[in-house]
């Protein structure tokens, strides 16, 4: 389980040793929304852009400062060099603030000017135009991608680059699958190093990572922890390890979340298809949606409260990057259908850092209120 | 002191007109209901040709909320309901005033029949469907999707195709729900109209590279959002020209917005729309606002084009006419619309809607500077507006390479709870101190 921690921690000094190991490209992204199957198919290593939670100042000249924090944060790591390994860049039709940052990196931080792309994606993935021109695009990506690396992608490529993506989410799945138990063997925050550690890292060597863990460590782990109230984790871009660790010190486990750096990433697979471009934009139409893209019939909350059955879940701490649109715009309709189905929910608000502190008091009450409705029964 | 040139000077005869204007509209919805006519909520474009029906558009509405002073009232209403207050300020007046059931004009919000959208942001759908839900009416939305200069010619041609296929399917969406056939006349006349609107309004714009400049922004606001949401009217069409005559005619005649005028500065952003005292304050220094991009009907009034000398210049754009295209049929109507919106209306600003500025979007606003002939910017860095206030940092750092002085100030479009009337003041005060500039009057 350390190895996650490790590669979480050591993010550049992976890339950069994979680099040095292959003589590989790497391609850094914002969004989760990548087709990261044509890039894996392409022989290119994909890593996911994120903040290191230290001060974002060296941003302040580049992005207005009511825009959330992850994107400034994202875009400090690069001006201060953090990112210097990148080969390139791509965005996806992201969010504005995510938008904003992959200006930044492709104007500020001496990303190859051949390196920087748009994989196009539709914003309303619920309509019924939206899979063909996504076929569309990601050819078009396809064709960027093979250009810049000068390797034609076959169809045996891309094979290739959706199993390695399946099989990591499908190992995935299993273990999160493990945490539907009365005393899950990995807690909130192993969970999400373990996802978090897979956007930085080989997709195939993390997956033999989980695999060994899934059949060596998992099995009885934890069987001493006490799980106490299971909790959700609902919000955007969160590794805020100290603030999962500190939930979970106070009596309380994380089973499950709804984030993309949690189960959004990796919940459903690609379905192989003789036409695997189609096959793969399938995919991406189909998964669990981020709230940018959750209009304009919902589906995202159906997507929550079948996690909140399916993981006797207790209450929800709704992590909201300050200034996340999307996020904000959905918590008063979500908060409503979960206080509808008698779950009850705290909100709280993070920036960069994290006030463990001052967090922890409101966190301990929200869980003596869940504990308290429990005696009376 | 030193001698100061007066210009000529003299109130817009067109003023009064669009003010009627604009009144008589939003006092229409009050009593369109009654006269059983479809209610449309939203932007689509399409309005034209929705039955005959009346169309409140929220991004206007909430503007005339701001500027009469209800922003309060009605951000508060949003917020207690769960919206955060950093949430877009257009979005959360148009809840407040809809959950508060509060008409800015009068009496209760209207009631609406339908909610369509053409969205380009990370909200428009969001807040359009937050709308449908509570009002329970039907709701349809285009994916706007827009081009970014990392697009290939094929990428333009696919999203270009996709935003076709989808405002068909709207279409035909919006009859089946309503039950009303689509008027696919009135959507072509519509667009004539708009296209006439448009060519107008760039007509007008390329009249303030005049020295002095005829038309100060906050003038022009009296105006922008019926040419920019309204621009399909032919009662609007008839206005713009009355509004082109009398700016060609204050040309002809050197008579200034601003009689004092000494220094030119150019904008960014929607402005403030409950502090539009603003630009009358800066006045008091002759300086003048050219307008902005935004101003500019979004972007959508003129376009580039390279002069014979090999420069760039800008021109109205064409009309449908101009462009010598016949629109006689829906397809061919939506394949102008699909063509039109995103790229005239959005103009070059398209690379910086929902997207981010972009190289074309920073070279748009320094040519501007160089076009208007001015002599500094005043940038709105707007807290309540994410579509326009991405890349504003990127403009900034433009039009300071490209040698002009710069000062921005933080509001926000609508919710004045975000205005600093001293601060902005007094920021505006040094910016010009820093120009050589003293105010000329109190």
Request: charged share 25%; hydrophobic share 35%.
């Amino acid at each position: 389980m350390e190895k996650f921690e490790e590669i979480y921690r050591n993010r550049h000094q992976y890339a950069k040793d994979w680099k040095a190991k292959t003589g590989g490209k790497v391609l850094g992204y914002l969004c989760t929304y990548i087709p990261e199957e044509i890039i894996y198919a392409a022989g290119v290593l994909p890593v996911r852009i994120m903040g290191g939670h230290d001060g974002h100042d060296v941003s302040q000249p580049y992005v207005f400062s009511t825009f959330c924090p992850f994107s400034r944060d994202c875009l400090s790591q690069g001006l201060k060099g953090k990112y210097d390994y990148l080969d390139g860049i791509v965005s996806c039709d992201s969010c504005l603030h995510i938008n904003q940052a992959f200006e930044g990196f492709y104007l500020y931080c001496g990303i190859p000017k051949d390196g920087v792309f748009v994989a196009n994606m539709p914003v309303n993935v619920g309509n019924p135009r939206a899979r063909a021109y996504l076929v569309q695009e990601e050819l078009e990506f396809k064709k960027h991608i093979e250009q810049w690396t000068g390797k034609t992608i076959t169809n045996e490529d891309l094979d290739r680059g959706i199993e390695i993506m399946n099989r990591n989410r499908r190992l995935m799945r299993q273990v999160y699958e493990t945490r539907r138990a009365a005393k899950p063997p990995i807690t909130g925050n192993e969970a999400m190093l373990m996802v978090v550690s897979s956007q930085f890292s080989d997709k195939e060597e993390h997956s033999r990572i989980v695999e060994q863990v899934l059949k060596e460590e998992l099995p009885g782990r934890n069987a001493n922890r006490e799980t106490g109230v299971r909790l959700m984790v609902v919000g955007s871009e969160d590794d805020d390890t100290s603030f999962l660790q500190m939930v979970e010190s106070a009596g309380a486990t994380f089973v499950i979340d709804e984030h993309c750096t949690g189960s959004r990433y990796f919940w459903n697979e690609v379905i192989p298809g003789e036409d695997r471009l189609a096959a793969i934009a399938n995919r991406y139409i189909d998964r669990p949606r981020c709230p940018n893209k959750d209009w304009q019939e919902r589906k995202r909350f159906s997507h929550v409260m079948k996690l909140v059955e399916d993981y006797g879940v207790q209450g929800v701490i709704l992590i909201q990057q300050k200034f996340c649109a999307p996020h904000e715009a959905d918590i008063p309709s979500l908060t409503a259908l979960l206080k509808e189905h008698n779950i009850p929910t705290l909100f709280l608000e993070f920036d960069m850092t994290v006030p463990v502190g001052q967090l922890k008091v409101r966190v301990e009450a929200f869980l003596e209120i869940i504990r308290g409705e429990e005696a009376f029964f | 002191m030193k001698e100061i040139k007066r210009w000529q000077t003299k109130p817009l005869d067109s003023w009064q007109k669009a003010k009627e204007m604009t009144k008589s509209y939003y006092a229409s919805f009050a009593q369109g209901q009654g006269e059983g006519k479809l209610v449309t909520l939203g932007g689509s474009g399409l309005e034209a040709g929705i039955g005959e029906g009346l169309y409140l558009t929220e991004e206007p509405y909430a503007a005339q909320c701001a500027a009469m002073g209800i922003s309060e009232e009605l951000g508060a209403t949003a917020e207690s309901l769960g919206y955060a207050r950093d949430l877009c300020s257009y979005m959360r007046l148009t809840i407040g005033s809809m959950k508060l059931n509060k008409y800015a004009y009068g009496g209760a919000f209207p009631k609406i029949d339908l909610v369509s959208r053409y969205c380009h942001c990370d909200l428009h759908a969001k807040w359009s469907l937050i709308h449908a839900e509570e009002l329970k009416v039907p709701f349809y939305a285009i994916d706007g999707v827009t081009v970014n200069e990392f697009d290939s010619e094929q990428t333009k041609q696919n999203k270009y195709e996709y935003r076709v296929a989808q405002t068909l399917d709207a279409i035909e969406g919006i009859e089946k729900t309503t039950g009303k056939k689509f008027d696919d006349e009135a959507f072509i006349e519509g667009l004539y109209n708009t296209s006439t609107t448009k060519n107008l309004w760039g007509q007008i714009v390329l009249m303030n590279q005049n020295i002095p400049v005829p038309l100060d922004e906050k003038s022009m606001y009296s105006f922008f959002a019926l040419a920019g949401f309204r621009s399909g009217e032919k009662e609007v069409v008839n206005l713009i020209k009355m509004l082109r005559d009398e700016v060609e005619d204050r040309v002809r005649n050197q008579i200034a917005a601003v009689a004092t005028e000494r220094y030119r500065i150019m904008t960014f952003s929607n402005p403030p729309w409950y502090a539009l005292g603003l630009f009358r304050y800066m006045e008091k220094f002759g300086v003048v606002s050219v307008g902005s991009r935004y101003a500019f009907l979004i972007g959508g009034g003129t376009m580039p084009v390279k002069s014979q000398t090999g420069g760039i210049i800008e021109l109205p754009y064409p009309t449908i006419q101009e462009e010598g295209k016949v629109l006689r049929t829906r397809e061919e109507a939506v394949r102008y619309f699909c063509h039109d919106y995103p790229t005239r209306l959005l103009g070059e600003l398209a690379d910086g809607w929902r997207r981010w500025t972009g190289r074309s979007g920073m070279e748009s606003q320094v040519r501007l500077a160089k076009l208007w002939h001015c002599n500094g910017a005043v940038l709105h860095f707007n807290r309540g507006c994410m579509g326009f206030a991405i890349g504003c940092h990127q403009v900034r750092l433009a039009l300071k390479d490209a040698g002009y002085p710069v000062v921005t100030y933080e509001a926000s479009n609508a919710d004045a709870r975000e205005w600093d009337e001293s601060r902005t003041h007094a920021l505006i005060d040094t910016f010009m101190e820093s120009q050589g500039l003293e105010k000329l009057e109190d």
